[in-house]
């Protein structure tokens, strides 16, 4: 019983290690991030910080989105506008999910990380980060995007 469990947990790992499909920097958030049925809708769980099919008809969830070390970052809850990224392999963008799917408002560059900090009528604050190819931060500064879609620094 225990090999057995064993090998299924083995296999399992081995195949959403090997799904390209997971890989969202080669996707497109939309395409990848939609509801699973007609009867779903998506939100990011407050508790678990993962994308979530919710099925209304049945009152169960249908599907968690998950890959190891790729977070997405929010602001409130039930706000729509959230970052998402690895943090390995960065690649963040800025996405506003609501009950349809995910639209990708932003992408900043792939030595950069982007973090919401505060929001204020409809102008939302974001700490952008620039790391070396090691990895370490080598600066940060804070960034705004109004409504208009105008960033300013």
Known sequence: MKKALILILFSVSLLVACND????ENRNLAEL????TQSSILFINPFSGRLTSYNIDTNTVDGIWF???FFFYGYSVGHPLYTAGHSMDLGFKIIEVTENGVTTLFEV???QGIF???????TFHFILAEYDELGNVV????VKYDIT???HK
């Open 21 to 24: 499909d997971l890989n969202y």
């Open 33 to 36: 991030f939609k509801p699973l």
């Open 67 to 69: 890959e190891e070390n």
């Open 109 to 111: 560059e792939d030595n």
């Open 116 to 122: 919401p900090l505060a929001y204020c009528e409809n």
């Open 139 to 142: 600066s940060q500064i804070i």
């Open 149 to 151: 879609r105008v960033w």
